[in-house]
């Protein structure tokens, strides 16, 4: 009787209703969904209404359904040296070789870690499309130059290249400045030329970084969404969010072909997947001197060299930095500048931002009409408020419970680290992993869009205003292997003689946890909010698939009013408000990232001399301004 009373307490019944939330999350949210898609595949019906098994397959191979999957796969396999090239190039270029300006440089390179999606892609179609402002200042230069030039494939290809650098600056950065300089400097006093080093000793340190980067790669080309989307280049993803919202009234059973597709990124995910474990299995080694040196920058010897190595950094500076200039600077032009993609220095306004204008347009009868207020800015229209406010509390809410569910989780798996248990939770938290991100998403629509489904007390959470949980659904799944390789990390600097001592001091394992641990991995827990919610705010590809006028994202919100600018004289300026829409994105990632990385990343000697040198420059702010001593 005793033992039974101590095994009953509120640890024990936090433990059990734990276990059954997470079975519940698994099997509900991840597992049964993704069957779903799988078996719809073979229970489609051919034009008579007789089930066919295989009738979706034979249209693919019949069919231009085999053509996404192949753009996909070029797209993919080009990204991979593309981005590699100028990520690693870019990566040198600012922490390997002393290149003059490397911090302005650095600054430019990592423009894309502020915005990214919808909002670079748009970005870019500023500049380059066929009315762009600088297609139409070449076309202007050369008439014979092809203003339709950035569409398709290489529009995708170019845009694409240096939006997904932005892992090489945040990870083979951080490789690079962990090199030992011993070794470098070894190799040079043996006459080694500097490139010499970069391939025999540099190189072979970042090969595991790299790898892991080219995957990541090679999956974010595999599963282009925002890009090919709005630049008109057939892949997988979009059209599986065409296929979902289509009926065979359309065409023929489009729900099993999106769920084909959706299984063939799954595959093709997996592999990928599959062999980088078995890389990371191999472990990779280096041989370091006991007393680890600071990396020191590498002087390019070859006059030559320097200067094509000068010249080329720029030149990507400019790259990265037009894009991000030009759409602060029109944010603050009138809708009509906007529009004609003429830069007008005598007129500049916040009716982008804030405020209200009347715009009088002429109808299809040649009579004028005013629309009053139809001139708005992002914090002055409706609609955009509507989808920063549904955004910013989506967001938040699949955040945190991202990380509400990882913490629990990753204590439970250090507490169970020897047994079965806690290796299978693991796994079930990275399950989202080996799935893309559209598979996901489109087998929560297609799976609980009934109110035949128990799991969920039979609702349709697909209907209403019940897509809203579906999406923070969504959102925190996707989120959870990311955010458990983060925070898992971070339980690895807990040192076990503090929950040893807390439990000879009579504290429970609930106590322990709440008191001991969590004010350690805080700060880690927080970084990983702050960034997950920085990935949602801004996020377009899962808001398409559950595309609902009650689930409609901030993203597609703009991306909506662009595709009807002008329209009966609405949203006249949505360009202009697209670019303030941009600005405004910049700012608060920004403001996230310096609090991850800038503020956050501090330690504790770091945070000590700021916060004296903050004291020392008020005591001399009070000592000009306070009186004398007598």
Not at 97 to 109: E, H, N, S, T
Not at 308 to 331: D, G, N, Q, R
Request: with cysteine; hydrophobic share 50%.
């Amino acid at each position: 009787m005793a033992s039974k009373e101590r095994r009953i307490n509120p640890e024990w019944i936090l433990r059990i209703l734990g276990i059954g939330f997470f079975a519940y999350l698994f099997f509900g949210f991840m597992l049964l969904p993704c069957l779903n898609t799988l078996t719809s595949i073979f229970r489609a019906k051919n034009p008579s209404g007789e089930r066919d098994a295989f009738a979706v397959i034979r249209f693919f191979f019949a069919g231009n359904m085999g053509k996404y999957v192949w753009n996909s796969l070029k797209l993919a396999v080009c990204l991979v040296v593309t981005v590699n090239v100028v990520g690693i190039s870019i990566v040198l270029l600012t922490e390997y070789f002393d290149i003059r300006g490397a911090a302005v440089l650095r600054i430019g390179y990592m423009t894309t870690l502020i915005y990214s999606g919808v909002a670079l892609v748009t970005g870019y179609l500023f500049l380059y499309a066929p009315d762009g402002i600088l297609t139409t200042a070449i076309q202007e230069a050369f008439p014979g130059f092809d203003k339709s030039w950035f569409t398709g494939f290489n529009a995708v290809l170019f845009t694409m290249t240096f939006a997904c650098t932005s892992n090489h600056m945040l990870f083979l950065r951080n490789a690079i400045r962990g090199i030992d300089y011993n070794t470098v400097e070894a190799a040079r006093n043996m006459g080694a030329k500097p490139f010499k080093v970069l391939l025999k000793v540099v190189f072979p340190t970042l090969i595991p970084t790299m790898f892991s980067l080219t995957v990541m790669t090679f999956i974010t080309g595999l599963c282009a969404m925002s890009a090919p989307t709005l630049l008109g280049y057939d892949s997988i993803n979009p059209e599986i969010v065409r296929l979902a919202g289509s009926s065979t009234a359309d065409e023929a059973f489009p729900q099993a072909r999106a769920a084909l597709l959706s299984i063939i990124l799954a595959m093709f995910t997996i592999i990928l997947l599959t062999v980088l474990s078995a890389y990371e299995r191999k472990g990779h080694y280096l041989s370091v001197s006991k007393t680890k040196a600071r990396l020191q920058k590498q002087k390019i010897t070859n006059p030559a060299a320097n200067v094509l190595a000068h010249i080329y950094a720029y030149v990507l500076f400019v790259i990265y930095m037009t894009p991000v200039v030009m759409i602060i600077i029109f944010s603050f032009q009138t809708y009509s500048a906007i529009r004609m993609k003429k830069l007008d220095l005598s007129s500049w306004t916040f009716v982008n931002f804030f405020g209200t204008e009347d715009y009088e347009y002429m109808t299809n009868r040649g009579k004028y009409k005013l629309r009053e207020g139809s001139i708005s800015g992002v914090f002055s229209n409706n609609a955009t408020i509507g989808g920063i406010r549904l955004s910013f509390i989506l967001s938040a809410i699949a955040a945190f419970l991202a990380c509400i569910i990882v913490v629990i989780a990753c204590n439970y798996i250090f507490k169970k680290k020897n047994r079965k248990s806690g290796v299978v939770l693991e796994y079930a938290l990275l399950f989202p992993w080996l799935l893309p991100t559209i598979l996901i998403c489109y087998s929560y629509r297609t799976f609980f869009n009934s109110e035949s489904v128990w799991y969920v007390g039979n609702m349709n959470l697909y209907y209403g205003v019940n897509v809203r949980l579906l999406i923070i659904m969504a959102y925190t799944v996707t989120k959870l292997p990311f955010s458990l390789r983060m925070i898992k990390a971070s339980f690895y600097s807990i040192d076990e003689e503090l929950e040893d001592a807390a439990r000879n001091l009579g504290s429970s394992g609930l106590r322990t946890f709440l008191q001991v641990k969590l004010p350690i991995i805080l700060p880690s827990v927080l970084a990983v909010f702050a960034l997950n919610f920085n990935a949602l705010f801004t996020e377009y590809d899962m808001s398409a698939t559950f595309a609902s006028s009650y689930g409609t994202s901030y993203a597609m919100v703009i991306q909506a009013m662009c595709a009807e600018e002008g329209l009966y004289g609405y949203n006249v300026n949505a360009s202009g408000r697209r670019c303030a829409s941009t600005v405004f994105i910049m700012i608060v990632s920004g403001i996230i990232l310096y609090l991850v990385y800038g503020v956050g990343a501090r330690n504790l000697e770091e945070r000590l001399e700021i916060r004296r040198k903050r004291r020392e420059r008020l005591r001399r702010i009070t000592g000009l301004f306070g009186k004398p001593k007598a």
